[in-house]
């Protein structure tokens, strides 16, 4: 759900901002008359997906402009390799995200095609877990090693995500929520927020997971969705843990299809420019009252200007380098920059060939068709994972090639990859290119209480349009 993640601001008066109720867009009471003219900051699934809702909610009497300052699907993207095109940034989505299975069925998109995958685990020297072609080796290997770990561990993931699809009836009756506490109370009484006070270790100890369990399998899954350990805050962590479930899917073509598709559907205009300002201002109404508006400043290819409207829908996150945006006139003031900030997550496509000996010294490459590599807190390479990717579109017939081969592998790491690195993880590179996201919020636990309103509304954004196979790629 991707509404979740955005602030509003609206210019009826009289805002009371800890309303919560229904056919409220944000903060606001109902609306006396219909917005004219509404600007979205963002082109990323959360601002379409919110041009498409506003465009159901007030028809086609609204004006609605969405700003970009980059590419259409923000942190959705490929990367164009040797005549065909890669997922960079947010790659796979959760089966239990039904906005963006509306959105593909609305916008006449597919799924795309599944080509089976197989996943392992590195500790720096040794792969510890290699998943074998047959579900029943796996599941005897997991219940000897780890007992009913992981099945206590898919019971509570799923627990937690029965309360959170509360979301959407929720947003079914048109309720909303001024703040991010209120909506996960609602979801799930204290139990959301109290997850937000403790590590997903601390909270994964607590519900009786055992210490090796959590080293060996969930660590590697946290730094393959997050790119951070089980010292990450429970409810992100168990977002990643959603993520390992099976059943994730992709969209056919690009998962950022979906952001132009919706943008076409809704009628919005797209105006490739960076907002720099937002003013609040005001104007005397007929009746002899003040009306608010906003004043919003921009910079586009022809330089400086400005526009007003009812409505403003940020759908960008304001946490420092990201969206730069001042507010003036806003009482109390708002600040530029969220506090905390966002962890950076290199994306590194390489077209080549794996140095299969770094991750198991006795394999031949010929032999190795492991395609997901996840790692534990002890690797010392400095990569969080490791996975061979698949085009946007799978042709009939294409199989994924065997590591011997050349093929195209994605590396997520905290820092851009050295030579030296690069060196060691491949034989062979016929094409690299790197992509450095500011990806999602940092959400390591400290010791001070975290208000989760900062922090965590990319994260719920992630999970609901989240999705493929065993873990975010
Ligand atoms: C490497 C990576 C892997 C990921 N993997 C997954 C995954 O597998 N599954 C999953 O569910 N999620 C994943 N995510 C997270 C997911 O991609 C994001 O949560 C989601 O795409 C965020 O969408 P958004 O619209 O909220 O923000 P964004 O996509 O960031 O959109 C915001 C847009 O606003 C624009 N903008 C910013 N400032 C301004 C301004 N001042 N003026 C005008 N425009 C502005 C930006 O250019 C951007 O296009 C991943 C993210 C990354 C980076």
């Known amino acids: 759900m991707i509404y979740i993640g955005l602030v509003v601001l609206k210019s009826q008066e009289d805002l009371d901002p800890h309303h919560v109720g229904s056919r409220g867009l944000a903060s606001a009471p109902e609306p006396r008359h219909p917005p004219k003219n509404i600007a979205i900051v963002g082109a990323g699934i959360g601002g379409t997906s919110a041009a498409y809702f506003l465009r159901q909610e007030f028809g086609p009497g609204v004006k609605i402009d969405v700003y970009e300052s980059g590419t259409v699907g923000g942190r959705l993207a490929t990367e164009a390799i040797d005549g065909r095109d890669y997922e960079t940034g947010g790659s796979i989505i959760h089966p239990l995200n039904l906005h963006m299975k509306q959105f593909v069925d609305k916008l006449g998109l597919s799924i795309r095609a599944e080509v089976p995958s197989k996943m392992g685990i590195f500790n720096g020297k040794e792969l510890t877990f290699e998943e074998s072609d047959w579900f029943i080796v796996n599941f005897l290997r997991m219940m000897w090693n780890h007992g009913f770990n992981p099945l206590r561990m898919h019971m509570w993931v799923e627990g937690l995500l029965d309360k959170f699809m509360r979301i959407y009836q929720y947003q079914q009756f048109s309720y909303s929520f001024s703040t991010v506490e209120r909506m996960l109370h609602a979801m799930n009484g204290d139990e959301f927020l109290a997850l937000l006070n403790q590590t997903l270790e601390e909270a994964m100890l607590a519900h009786g997971f055992s210490q090796t369990f959590i080293n060996e399998i969930v660590t590697p899954i946290s730094r393959v969705n997050y790119g951070q350990s089980v010292r990450l805050h429970a409810f992100v962590g168990a977002i990643a843990l959603a993520g390992a479930e099976s059943g994730q899917w992709a969209?056919?073509?690009?998962?950022?299809?979906?952001?132009?598709?919706?943008?076409?559907?809704?009628?919005?205009?797209?105006?490739?420019?960076?907002?720099?300002?937002?003013?609040?201002?005001?104007?005397?109404?007929?009746?002899?009252?003040?009306?608010?508006?906003?004043?919003?400043?921009?910079?586009?290819?022809?330089?400086?200007?400005?526009?007003?409207?009812?409505?403003?829908?940020?759908?960008?996150?304001?946490?420092?380098?990201?969206?730069?945006?001042?507010?003036?006139?806003?009482?109390?003031?708002?600040?530029?920059?969220?506090?905390?900030?966002?962890?950076?997550?290199?994306?590194?496509?390489?077209?080549?060939?794996?140095?299969?000996?770094?991750?198991?010294?006795?394999?031949?490459?010929?032999d190795f068709f492991v395609s997901e590599i996840s790692t534990t807190d002890g690797e010392k390479l400095g990569i969080s994972s490791l996975s061979c990717l698949d085009p946007v579109h799978i042709t009939p017939g294409y199989t994924r090639p065997p590591a011997s081969q050349t093929a195209v592998w994605k590396v997520f790491s905290p820092e851009p990859l050295t030579e030296e690195q690069l060196k060691t993880l491949f034989i062979s590179r016929e094409h690299v290119s790197e992509k450095r996201w500011l990806a999602y919020p940092s959400t390591k636990h400290q010791s001070v209480k975290l208000r989760p309103s900062s922090s965590i509304t990319a994260s719920i954004t992630s999970v609901l349009s989240s999705g493929r196979r065993q873990q975010w790629r």
């Open 251 to 366: 969209v056919d073509g690009g998962n950022k299809r979906v952001c132009s598709g919706l943008l076409y559907h809704s009628k919005a205009e797209l105006i490739p420019a960076r907002v720099s300002n937002i003013a609040l201002k005001t104007r005397p109404s007929k009746s002899g009252t003040i009306t608010n508006f906003y004043e919003l400043n921009y910079v586009g290819d022809s330089g400086s200007a400005h526009s007003l409207y009812d409505i403003v829908v940020l759908a960008t996150p304001l946490h420092l380098g990201l969206s730069d945006i001042s507010f003036s006139g806003f009482s109390p003031a708002l600040s530029s920059h969220f506090p905390g900030h966002y962890h950076q997550t290199v994306s590194t496509l390489v077209h080549g060939r794996l140095n299969v000996s770094f991750l198991d010294a006795k394999r031949k490459a010929s």
